[in-house]
Every structure is written in C-alpha cells, then in structure tokens.
C-alpha cells in the first residue's frame, strides 16, 4: 500500500487526536430511512448548478472556490463517507458558486459536529454582497439568516432595506450532537423561504426575501468557535429550476431527476429522496394506466462495468421503494442503468459529475 503524503497524513493525526470526530475502526452509521421521512416534501430544482464535496482540493488545504476572513481546511473524517470543511476559526465562509442567487433555487449540505459539542453558533445566509469589502460585515446586509446550532433552538432573522426584521423561533430536537450528519435544505420561492432540517420543516417564512435585488452569496458565518468544538460541511447541492413532474412526463415522456439521492457507491437510497419519491408516486397513482422504464445513471468516476452494475441496481431500489412505500404495482414499471454511457453534463467539474447522476422515468 502507497504510504500517504504529509497533507494525508496529518489529518489523520488531527482525527485520531482528542478534537476528532471518532475513534479508529467506527462503522458508518446507516443513512436515514426513507420512512422517517414520511412527512418530507421538499423536492429540489432540477438542474445541479453548483455543486461541493471537497473532492477537488487537498486534505489540510482550504478549498479553491471558497472565500473567507478566517480559516478551514479540508479534512477526512474515520467513519463517515466523502471528504469534509473543518471551519477552524471564527469568521466568514463563501462558497462561490454562481455570480446571483436565482429566484427560484434550492440549496442542500449536510452538517455535522464535534461529539460532545458543548458551545459555539453557525449562522447561514442568503445574503447581497456589493464588494468584497462587505465579506467582513456581512451582517449589515440585506439577508435572511438562521441559526445551525444542536445547543440551541432554531432562529432566523430577515434584513431588508437596512433593517432588520421579525423571524421566527422554534425547537430542534433532531439536531444533536450524536455524531450523525444532520441535512440542512433551503427551498427559495422568490420572497418565500423554507427551511428543513433532516425530515422535518423547521421554518416557512412567506416575506424572507425583497421581491427584487440580487442576492448573490451563501454566508456561513461561525459566530464562536470554542476548544475541542467544529462544525464540518459536505456535499453542498445548489439547484435550480422547478421540478415538474406531471407536465414533463405525462406530456414530454420523460422526467429527469437528480433528488434520488443513494449512499456513496451503493443502491441504499437515501430518506432526504423522499420528497422526489413522493412526487413521481403521485403522478403514478393519479395515472393508473401510465408505465415507465426507470433508468439510472453515474459519473465517469470508478470502473465502467462496477457504474453499470451500480446504476441498474439503483434502479431497482427505486422500483422498490415506490411499491413498498408508495403501493405502486410491480408490473407498471421496469428497471435499466446506463452506468456512465449517457452524460448528460461534462464530467470535469464537480457540478457536471453531480448532474450525471440522476434516475429518469420514461413514459412507456
């Protein structure tokens, strides 16, 4: 085995250390299911147009398309999948995504803590940056915030017009510190905002946003950062575009989706899917004689025959979960994959990669 380079190696000696995560040798623990996610109904945008796992950069690096006035580095974490960002001082982290925040989009990251987290506060904006300057003070602009915090109920703030604004309050049971990632979703709908934390709706505001002007950042902004307390991000998804799902396939034949999430190099879908699963369920039970072929995709990363196997059997987790979850029959629907043979974007940026992952419903 090829011994790793310094960068590897130190963040495994910053994992093993007092301030890591988990002792060597913990198992993963299992994703989410899909039923406890039963009263989830967010489905996100359509179209992949920023996307962030960290995979590009170098472990102890701070990532490339990030801005901040702090410091963070990129880290792997024993037990969990992918690669994460260690906010590992106080300040201002900006993923630069797109130039302006779109009307209608979705955001989606997972989040996770140091176990025990005894202190310290994340705050996440949607936020109109008019220089760089405003980098350091974002917090006079217009925006609308909230908290991430498993020691603290949920806030947020709305800022318009250089006043601040009423938010709301409200628990958050499911965000602890027992060591799992939680899922954070933002759902914008022009002035609307919706804000999930894992299956439940934690926040509905109609009048989070000014009607016009262009929000143009994502700000996570780490108020405190205590000893032996981190926050780490992984797999942000920015997308946009409403899905719609009953037009595109009833009248176009095809319905493409990038919301049936699996765990990493597995068909286990994931419970955040639940939203897009209900969706298709929907125009199936309204259609009783409609029939699809699901069909499965991957990126170019990996061998193409293990993409292929991969891709045809999460297909059939798809068909499963719709008859078990959903009581759709069997026999109104097939299973196929094309692994990697039918790319919808180009697989040599993060985002593209995200894009070509994805399960079509093809009217039959």
Do not use: C
Not at 285 to 301: A, C, F, P, Y
């Amino acid at each position: 085995m090829r011994k790793p380079g310094l960068a590897a190696q130190y963040a495994l000696l910053v994992l093993a250390s007092p301030i890591g995560l988990y002792s060597q040798g913990t198992p993963s623990a299992d994703s989410a299911s899909i039923k406890s996610f039963s009263k989830f109904d967010f489905v996100p945008g359509e179209k992949i147009v920023g996307f962030e796992d960290f995979m590009d950069g170098e472990i102890g690096d701070f990532p490339a398309r990030w801005n901040t006035n702090a410091s963070g580095e990129i880290v792997t974490i024993q037990g969990k999948p992918g690669r994460w960002l260690k906010f590992t001082k106080a300040g201002v982290f900006v993923p630069e995504l797109i130039p302006v925040l779109p009307d209608n989009f979705t955001l989606e990251f997972d989040l996770l803590t140091t176990t025990p987290f005894d202190s310290g506060d994340l705050r996440i904006s949607l936020a109109l940056l008019t220089s760089p300057k405003e980098l350091l003070s974002f917090h006079t602009a217009d925006r609308f915030t909230f908290s991430a915090n498993p020691r603290a109920d949920f806030s947020s703030e709305v800022r318009k017009e250089g006043t601040s604004q009423a938010g709301t309050r409200s628990e958050t049971p499911q965000f602890t510190d027992k060591g799992n990632p939680i899922h954070i979703a933002i759902w914008r709908q022009k002035e609307r905002v919706r804000v999930y934390f894992d299956d439940a709706k934690i926040s509905d505001l109609p009048r989070a946003m000014m009607p016009v002007g262009a929000y143009n950042r994502i700000v996570f902004y780490v108020h405190n950062v205590y000893p032996n307390n981190f926050y780490f991000l992984s797999n942000l998804r920015l997308a946009v575009g409403a899905p719609d799902t009953r037009n595109k396939l009833l009248t176009d034949g095809k319905w493409v989706t990038h919301g049936i999430l699996f765990d990493v190099n597995s068909d286990k879908i994931k419970g955040e899917s639940y939203g897009t699963l209900k969706a298709i369920a929907a125009v199936l039970q309204e259609n009783s004689d409609l029939k699809v072929t699901i069909v499965g995709h991957t990126d170019s990363d990996g061998d193409d025959a293990k993409n292929m196997d991969l891709s045809k059997r999460r297909s059939v987790s798809v068909k499963e979960a719709l008859r078990t979850e959903f009581g759709i029959d069997a026999g109104r629907m097939e299973t196929d994959g094309k692994g990697e043979s039918q790319p919808n974007d180009k697989n040599d940026t993060a985002a593209g990669k995200a894009n070509n992952r994805r399960v079509e419903f093809l009217k039959r």
